[in-house]
């Protein structure tokens, strides 16, 4: 293909890559695990399972409250479309059920979540490096994510890293240590910068100059990332503290949500 009329093909057919956001990031996962032509990726802010995420999501769970007020009966324990599904996080102890109508939830999730196996990025995690599909190759792959992620929340990211073992192609923004910063975000606390990271990948300096260098890190490690051939993967900001490259220490199973 002739992008720019020069009389050259603009276009090598061997170097189509694939970068995708949120839910982009979602789908990216399950692109390149079965698009042998594809060899190289970033996917930002995945997770899985989509029953998970939205579960956890501080912004999407009434998707779910309104699933569950759908059942009849209701499975509807609190009143309108919140809920109570007594679940602790990973790694938490275990919890002794005493809330009417969670156990039916918790098994309605699990319902859900065995029907979009299909479809589900944890599920496809994988294939991208640790166990390949025949005819596609090893990809070169990175995912970046941010602490404290309140629409595809923390938990649901590491559990598609645990399952690829990908935890060493990652990039993890800090946004805690940006957010708490009083030279990016002055008083009162979070006038310049926003509570939920999940878009860091498009701060701009027209909505949020207080950290607009973070998405222009995370843009200029993917570009990096592919001008290489998914050979060289940069530390956004480099010596600084605000991107681990890769992720430094245990991953993190926690909310890690800014009140």
């Known amino acids: 293909m002739d992008v720019d009329g020069d009389g050259t093909p603009g276009l090598d057919p061997a170097r189509i890559y694939y970068s995708g956001q949120s839910l982009g990031g979602i789908y990216g996962m399950l692109f390149l695990a079965v698009e042998p032509s594809v060899r190289v990726g970033a996917t930002i802010v995945p997770g899985g399972s989509f029953t998970e995420f939205v579960r956890l999501s501080s912004s999407n769970r009434p998707i779910l409250g309104v699933a569950l007020a759908s059942?009849?009966?209701?499975l509807i324990n609190v009143g309108g479309i919140a809920f109570n599904e007594n679940l602790p996080?990973?790694?938490?102890?275990?919890?002794?059920n005493t809330v009417p109508g969670a156990i039916a939830i918790q098994e309605f999730f699990e319902h859900r979540d065995w029907v979009q196996q299909s479809g589900d990025?944890?599920?496809y995690a994988p294939y991208l490096r640790k166990q390949p599909l025949d005819g596609v190759s090893p990809k070169s792959v990175i995912i970046q994510f941010a602490k404290g992620d309140m629409s595809?929340?923390?938990?649901?990211?590491?559990?598609?890293?645990?399952?690829?073992?990908?935890?060493?192609r990652?990039?993890?923004?800090?946004?805690?240590?940006?957010?708490?910063d009083p030279l990016r975000n002055p008083n009162p606390p979070g006038t310049a910068v926003p509570k939920d990271p999940h878009n860091f990948f498009i701060f701009s300096s027209f909505f949020f100059p207080a950290v607009a260098n973070v998405g222009l890190g995370a843009q200029q490690q993917i570009a990096e990332f592919f001008a290489s051939d998914g050979t060289t993967v940069i530390d956004p900001d480099g010596a600084g503290p605000l991107f681990e490259v890769p992720i430094a220490g245990p991953l993190p199973e926690e909310l890690n949500f800014i009140p």
């Open 71 to 74: 059942r009849m009966p209701s």
């Open 89 to 96: 996080l990973r790694n938490q102890p275990s919890v002794i």
């Open 121 to 123: 990025a944890v599920a």
């Open 152 to 168: 595809v929340p923390n938990p649901t990211t590491t559990a598609l890293l645990r399952a690829g073992d990908l935890a060493d």
């Open 170 to 180: 990652t990039s993890f923004y800090r946004h805690d240590l940006a957010f708490n």
